[in-house]
């Protein structure tokens, strides 16, 4: 009988003992090829060692020091290195634990930001309905999964949520790509007018949808009408990149495949690549400064944050994706990846929608490919594709999304940066029988 509160109280799980590459080994000796890093966070494999390495130096030299009266030259130098790398514009680092922390942060941020401005009338939040941006209640708030939200809504600040970029199943007939981007992205406007603009402090998206829809890209267009909105409004645009950042859809920030650049970026996930729990809000030069000039003090933090040992992993983690090699090898790979789902499951009658960018892939399960009906939630789908892929020694992601309030069935595959050709044929090989036994 275990005394660990596990999240699901009747999950029976293997306990795992060992990682090695793509590969999480259990306590029976039993292997799994990873091909979701977890939650997308994996992106070096279970056994690097420089990230290894940089931990164990930083435990020997200097374990922790309160960023209240220090700071420290891992955290200095991966600030350095992250703003270096980072889309136009974004000119400080500011250092957290996690995902749901750094949208904590980019919110209170945005918030103090209009009051040291002089703007206090400003401090709604625009989201879209099919996105995820954590579960503490100040993310969970601006998110849209309705199953996530429900329990708790009455604790939540109200947020307004647009519909999302989602041409699989939102574009109309006859309807051109762009034009599907551009009318959805005006919903923003349609919004921010209805609520008041002087009162919309932030919109907040996902480059690439994950956890709630399964690696959604938006259409080419999208979010440069969604800047453009923004700027005109004077509203901040926050972009949660705590899953499809850090080089995940084969650019270190996915944003820089729709060509514009935020004012707020949060990342994690694949920050600490499973090795430390860290991730980071990365903001422009006109909102520190505003903070600077103003009352000088951002009034937000976490004992934990810039933790010297989370810091020394995440520059061992980014000095790796910034080495000129490893981001075109996961642009190649996901390519690869595509191509495999494409072949396996591309015709199979119950897969509606295969996308993706990079090694950030998702597959849509339909009950009927023509009408794109989802399977009945009762069926719990997602649930039995994952029991079976375990079985199988294969990790992979499956969610039961939200799609227009209903629950909707995806499979997201993430796999390490490291996948090699054959483990990408064995993650669609593999994943295809567990589909079609859970149907
Ligand atoms: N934002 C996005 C886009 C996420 O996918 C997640 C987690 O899945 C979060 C925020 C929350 O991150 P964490 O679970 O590290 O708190």
């Given at each position: 009988m275990s005394a660990l509160f596990h999240r699901s109280c009747t999950a029976n799980l293997p306990v795992a003992d060992t990682g090695n590459g793509c590969y999480l080994v259990d306590t029976?000796?039993?292997?799994?090829?990873?091909?979701?890093?977890?939650?997308?966070?994996?992106?070096?494999?279970?056994?690097?060692?420089?990230?290894?390495?940089?931990?164990?130096?930083?435990?020997?030299?200097?374990?922790?020091?309160?960023?209240?009266?220090?700071t420290s030259q891992a955290a200095e130098s991966l600030a350095e290195l992250l703003v270096h790398h980072a889309p136009d514009g974004i000119a400080r680092m500011y250092p957290v634990s996690g995902g749901s922390e750094a949208v904590?942060?980019?919110?209170?941020?945005?918030?103090?930001?209009?009051?040291?401005?002089?703007?206090?009338?400003?401090?709604?939040?625009?989201?879209?309905?099919?996105?995820y941006h954590g579960n503490t209640l100040g993310a969970l708030a601006a998110g849209g999964n309705m199953w996530r939200r429900a329990p708790f809504s009455d604790l939540m600040v109200e947020t307004s949520h647009i519909s999302p970029c989602y041409a699989y199943r939102d574009r109309q007939d006859g309807e051109t790509q762009e034009a599907?981007?551009?009318?959805?992205?005006?919903e923003l406007?349609?919004?921010?007018?209805?609520?008041?603009?002087?009162?919309?402090?932030?919109?907040?998206?996902?480059?690439?949808?994950?956890?709630?829809?399964?690696?959604?890209?938006?259409?080419?267009?999208?979010?440069?009408?969604?800047?453009?909105?923004?700027?005109?409004h004077g509203i901040l645009l926050i972009l949660d990149e705590v899953m499809c950042g850090m080089g995940r859809t084969g650019t270190l920030f996915a944003c820089e495949q729709d060509g514009i650049a935020p004012d707020i970026v949060t990342i994690a996930k694949g920050l600490g690549a499973g090795y430390q729990p860290v991730g980071a809000m990365l903001c422009?030069?006109?909102?520190?400064?505003?903070?600077?000039?103003?009352?000088g003090f951002f009034q937000h933090g976490h004992t934990y944050i810039g933790h010297p040992m989370a810091m020394a992993a995440a520059l061992a983690v980014l000095t790796r994706l910034t080495d000129g090699q490893t981001l075109p090898r996961v642009a190649r790979a996901g390519d690869l990846l595509h191509s495999a789902l494409h072949d396996r499951l591309g015709q199979h009658p119950h897969v509606g929608d295969i996308r993706g960018r990079g090694l950030f892939r998702g597959i849509e399960l339909v009950a009927d490919r023509a009408t794109k009906e989802p399977f009945d939630p009762a069926l719990d789908l997602h649930k039995r594709i994952k029991a079976n892929a375990m079985q199988d020694g294969l990790m992979c992601y499956?969610?039961?999304?939200?799609?227009?309030?209903?629950?909707?069935?995806h499979i997201l595959l993430a796999p390490p940066f490291i996948v090699t050709d054959d483990q990408i044929g064995q993650i669609a090989d593999i994943l295809a029988g567990a589909i079609d036994r859970a149907i």
């Open positions: 029976d000796g039993k292997k799994y090829l990873d091909a979701c890093g977890g939650a997308a966070v994996s992106c070096l494999g279970h056994s690097d060692a420089a990230v290894r390495d940089a931990i164990r130096d930083q435990l020997d030299r200097l374990p922790f020091a309160h960023t209240g009266f220090f904590e942060a980019a919110i209170k941020l945005a918030r103090q930001y209009f009051l040291e401005t002089g703007q206090p009338t400003r401090h709604r939040i625009i989201a879209r309905r099919q996105s599907y981007g551009l009318r959805v992205a005006d406007e349609t919004e921010i007018q209805r609520l008041g603009p002087g009162t919309v402090m932030a919109f907040i998206a996902e480059p690439v949808v994950g956890a709630t829809a399964g690696a959604v890209p938006a259409v080419p267009g999208y979010f440069r009408r969604i800047r453009d909105i923004c700027d005109r422009s030069a006109r909102i520190y400064d505003a903070i600077r000039d103003g009352s499956p969610m039961g999304g939200t799609i227009d309030g209903q629950r909707g069935d």
